[in-house]
């Protein structure tokens, strides 16, 4: 199992603007300190993805993985 955060800040890129879910212990580009919201431990990045969801319900369509870190998890 791994630690999942979820970046506060929506991030600005061509596939969309999006809040992403890091793999806390592997990311080599996760958001500052101040910019993480803790999802706990989850044994894959679908998991973390859908408790960012369920938690921020409003947002949901706007949360996907990192394409560094939770590629499976991250939309195009």
């Known amino acids: 199992m791994s630690k999942y955060v979820l970046n506060k800040r929506k991030q600005d ?6 809040f992403e879910v ?3 212990e ?3 580009r996760l958001p500052d300190y101040e910019n993480r919201i803790n999802l ?7 998991s973390a ?3 960012a969801k369920e938690k ?3 947002n949901a369509k706007d949360i996907d993985g990192c394409y560094w870190c939770s590629s499976d ?3 195009e």
């Open 13 to 18: 890129s061509e596939s969309g603007n999006n």
């Open 22 to 24: 890091h793999n806390e």
């Open 26 to 28: 592997t990311c080599q």
């Open 40 to 46: 706990d431990n989850h044994y894959d990045c679908h």
């Open 49 to 51: 993805v859908a408790k």
């Open 56 to 58: 921020y319900p409003k």
């Open 73 to 75: 998890c991250h939309i």
